[in-house]
Antibody
Framework: QVQLQESGPGLVKPSETLSLTCTVSGASISSSSYYWGWIRQPPGKGLEWIGSIYYSGNTYYNASLKSRVTISKDTSKNQFYLMLTSVTAADTAVYYC????????????????WGPGTLVTVSS | EIVLTQSPDTLCLSPGERATLSCRASQSVSSSYLAWYQQKPGQAPRLLIYDASSRATGIPDRFSGSGFGTDFTLTINRLEPEDFAVYYCQQYGSSPPWTFGQGTRVEI
């Protein structure tokens, strides 16, 4: 059974860097059929895709966050990571990691497995 | 960027009734690449439907999806108590960003 689990600090100060880890079990992030993505949800609001990474290291980012986001991976640990720099209160959200179906070399699809999410609050 | 608009924002129904949720795209979604998710309080979204009409693994057949182009529908027949939740659509037919609708809350 595929399982994902987010981990990282629950509180980050403004202007600092948010760093999260997603640990995957029951599937390999080296699979050619999937990307691995991050999605966030501000309290009481909707879902926003942040970015996704392939086993090759290829990444897609949401242009609205691209200048501040880096997604990386460690296939030996079956983990992938999110870094978001220069955070503000607007970055306060539940952050989810999820498996992102790959449709072709340039097309990604739906998210079929999700972690439970982790709340990150940006506050001094 | 494709913007998805869901309607209504809130749907008030009773168990046993049928729910019809709409998702409209600002431009045509290629190949009907649209998914639906269910989210309950404090939980992650769960994939219900992908490719507009294919049920995900383990999803009951009272959930069905339809539509193409810019107009898509999620239908829930014979609402069960556990179906009261927020539902999101997501498109993936275009280049990134892959976007979500704002959600429809189905409540009693």
């Amino acid at each position: 059974q595929v399982q994902l689990q987010e981990s990282g600090p629950g509180l980050v100060k403004p202007s600092e860097t948010l760093s999260l880890t997603c640990t995957v079990s029951g599937a390999s992030i080296s699979s050619s059929s999937y990307y691995w993505g991050w999605i966030r949800q501000p309290p009481g609001k909707g879902l926003e895709w942040i970015g996704s990474i392939y086993y090759s290291g290829n990444t897609y980012y949401n242009a609205s966050l691209k200048s501040r986001v880096t997604i990386s991976k460690d296939t030996s640990k079956n983990q992938f990571y999110l870094m978001l720099t220069s955070v503000t209160a607007a970055d306060t959200a539940v952050y989810y990691c999820a498996r992102h179906r790959r449709y072709s070399s340039s097309s990604l699809g739906y998210f079929d497995y999700w972690g439970p999410g982790t709340l990150v609050t940006v506050s001094s | 960027e494709i913007v998805l608009t869901q309607s209504p924002d809130t749907l008030c129904l009773s168990p046993g009734e049928r729910a019809t949720l709409s998702c409209r795209a600002s431009q045509s979604v290629s190949s009907s690449y649209l998914a639906w998710y269910q989210q309950k309080p404090g939980q992650a979204p769960r994939l219900l439907i992908y490719d507009a009409s294919s049920r995900a693994t383990g999803i009951p057949d009272r959930f069905s999806g339809s539509g193409f182009g810019t107009d898509f529908t999620l239908t829930i027949n014979r609402l069960e108590p556990e179906d009261f939740a927020v539902y999101y659509c997501q498109q993936y037919g275009s280049s990134p960003p892959w976007t979500f609708g704002q959600g429809t809350r189905v409540e009693i």
